[in-house]
């Protein structure tokens, strides 16, 4: 966007704009903490690391990482798509003249959605982990 739109270095709205991306990553990110975490714990249950267990729990880790990633950039940028179209103000360049109001609603959608999607993608990491199958009592 900063190309895009040539963009200053003291532009206090798309300071707030960069900011609120990487508050948004930071939520969603946040989500596979759990779930890597359940998935060592799974892999490793007497804290005997082997060179086995090691590369299944990074195994783990890294596509929990790369669905956390996935996710940030589809929700960042389907969000701003969605904004930018519904809306007949062109953010980029309100961004540009350094318009606070339109950087902080931009940032709320964005916020908004990763708020919303985080659970999403920490039960999507949840259910990649090869739990055991719980027994049925009839």
């Known amino acids: 966007m900063k190309k895009i ?11 707030i704009f960069q900011a ?15 779930p890597a975490l359940n998935a060592i714990r799974f892999l490793n249950p007497d804290n ?3 060179s086995q267990s090691l590369l ?8 929990f990482v790369l669905i956390g990633l996935f996710c940030t950039i589809l ?4 969000g701003l798509l969605v904004l930018f179209q519904l ?9 540009k003249n350094n318009n606070i109001p339109i950087s902080l609603i931009t940032v709320a959608i964005i916020l908004g959605l990763s708020i919303i999607v985080d ?20």
């Open 5 to 15: 739109y040539k963009i200053e270095q003291d532009n206090t709205s798309f300071s």
């Open 20 to 34: 609120g991306i990487v508050i948004s990553g930071s939520f969603i990110l946040s989500s596979i903490i759990s």
């Open 48 to 50: 005997n690391f082997t």
């Open 56 to 63: 299944s729990s990074f195994g783990y880790l890294t596509v």
């Open 75 to 78: 929700v960042i940028a389907s």
């Open 87 to 95: 809306t007949k103000v062109n953010e980029g360049v309100e961004i």
């Open 119 to 138: 659970e999403y993608v920490g039960a999507l990491c949840e259910a990649l982990i090869p739990y055991p199958a719980i027994p049925k009592f009839y």
